[in-house]
């Protein structure tokens, strides 16, 4: 098979140098098909992956205590990695003999954490009306559309989301005005000229859909199709009837994109709120032949954690976002916690470029909310949600998520446990490239849109 290589070369600021985690049954990676896209006429994948890891330097972190992300935790363990892998995870037993050794006493080590639900880039700042590029609402079905080809790669939010949270990894979804909006893009949080110099390599595309007053708001508010949630369900079936139907003969870019969902090959991210909703949205997936992957925001999935977990869905939530509009109305704090306590599949993501950079505090808020209704959650099963719970949903467990060896040295020191609120990045890798440290100016990333603007590369 032939793999779509997903990312890219990384090129700016120098640098020298769902299972469920601990909860019901276990919940395979989504990505269980390599995607073979169909060629340009160059006879090349298009947008290909063009990303080279920063290089780095052998190095042991020593001392600290380790959430390994798979729900283990090391008191005064040892990580070790080089050439852009980990390669033992231990206590203080462990060789460091050709490393350079890192002294973690006090701190603490996690893997870089992962945000399934972004639109740094496609939303960028500053946030002007010239830089909205997440959501073309201007047909409710656009999955021809691709979310990297609004990817601004001088985001400053990429480079506070890194400082600031730690994130090494984030999918880039398209905005939720449309029933389906198009393909999602898994990013590597690397400073590049363009986004093909962060493209994930390997990374499986996703394809995001939405249910709910979204769709039915903004094309009813046009008088037309579909201005109810009948509407929303006749226009995507519909939809994979069309594509059921495709062979392929003529390109459609669309249609490449939906008979890739279909072949396993794109895994479907869903925005929905309402709990009879993602349920007729499985169902509506089974009658059609494919699976949903995650229900992204998912306030109300704390009522069919149950359906959740015997479809091997994630939900990917927030720890506290509600009421804001009446489909969110129903949320509740212990909606993770229910949903962990129900086997399934917990993700906590941002969705907001501020959130983005607090994910480690939005999970101590999701666990803290359990632990006053009677359900204690340890800190190393939480920090899966925002690591390897988050790689299984985009399909890339088998590379980053979790501190094991053979994967991906995407790797974040903390200055306390990651889970207070007084904690922060000290230092972060990503392929075992030491890319920020709060120690070293010399090391903190500034966008070049910053460059020569007050406040530059600030940290806060």
């Not at 400053?156 to 090494?168: D, E, K, S, V, Y």
Request: aromatic share 8%; hydrophobic share 40%; glycine share 12%.
């Amino acid at each position: 098979m032939k793999k779509h290589v997903l990312l890219a070369c990384a090129a700016a600021f120098a640098v020298a140098g769902c299972s469920t985690i601990g909860g019901g049954d276990g919940v395979a990676s989504a990505s269980t098909q390599d995607w073979d896209a169909p060629v340009g006429a160059d006879g090349n994948t298009p947008f290909p992956s063009t990303y080279t890891p920063y290089p780095g330097r052998p190095t042991a972190l020593v001392g600290a205590t380790v959430y390994d992300g798979t729900g283990g935790r090391i008191d005064n363990g040892t990580v070790l990695f080089r050439d852009g892998k980990v390669v033992a995870v231990g206590d203080a037993a462990l060789s460091t003999e050709g490393y350079d050794r890192v002294d973690g006493s006090g701190k603490f080590v996690t893997p870089g954490i992962i945000d399934i639900h972004s639109h740094l880039g496609d939303y960028p700042t500053p946030s002007v009306e010239a830089h909205s590029d997440g959501n073309e609402a201007t047909s409710p079905m656009t999955p021809e559309v691709w979310a990297e080809h609004s990817v601004w790669p001088q985001d400053p939010g990429f480079t506070r989301a890194l400082a600031n949270g730690g994130i090494t990894a984030l999918q880039i979804l398209p905005g939720s005005a449309n029933l389906t909006g198009g393909r999602s893009v898994t990013l590597k949080n690397v400073a590049a000229r363009t986004v093909q110099g962060m493209k994930f390599p390997g990374a499986p595309y996703g394809m995001k859909m939405a249910c709910g007053e979204n769709p039915k708001r903004v094309y009813g508010g046009k008088g037309r199709m579909p201005s109810t949630r009948m509407g929303n369900f006749a226009v995507n079936r519909q939809m994979w009837l069309d594509a059921q139907a495709y062979d392929g003969k003529k390109r459609d870019l669309g249609k490449e994109t939906l008979k890739g969902v279909l072949d396993g090959e794109i895994l479907i991210h869903n925005h929905c709120y309402r709990a009879d909703e993602m349920a007729l949205v499985m169902d509506m997936a089974k009658e059609m032949g494919y699976k949903v992957t995650a229900f992204h925001h998912a306030v109300e999935a704390y009522k069919i954690g149950d359906l959740l977990r015997e479809n091997e869905v994630c939900s990917a939530i927030w720890a506290d976002w509600y009421g804001f509009k009446m489909e969110a109305y129903d949320g509740i704090l212990e909606n993770a916690a229910f949903l962990r306590q129900a086997g399934a599949c917990v993700v906590i993501h941002s969705d907001d470029a501020n959130g983005i950079q607090r994910l480690n505090q939005e999970a101590a808020k999701a666990q803290a909310a359990g632990r006053r209704v009677g359900i204690d959650i340890p800190d190393a099963e939480v920090i899966g949600w925002i690591t390897l719970n988050a790689a299984k949903a985009m399909g890339i467990d088998e590379m980053t998520g979790s501190l094991e060896p053979g994967k991906m040295a995407d790797v974040v020191l903390w200055n306390d446990n990651p889970l207070s609120v007084y904690a922060r990045p000290e230092k972060v890798w990503i392929d075992g490239a030491l890319m920020y440290d709060a120690m070293d100016r010399k090391r903190r990333p500034v966008s070049d849109f910053e460059l020569g603007q007050p406040g530059e590369g600030d940290v806060k």
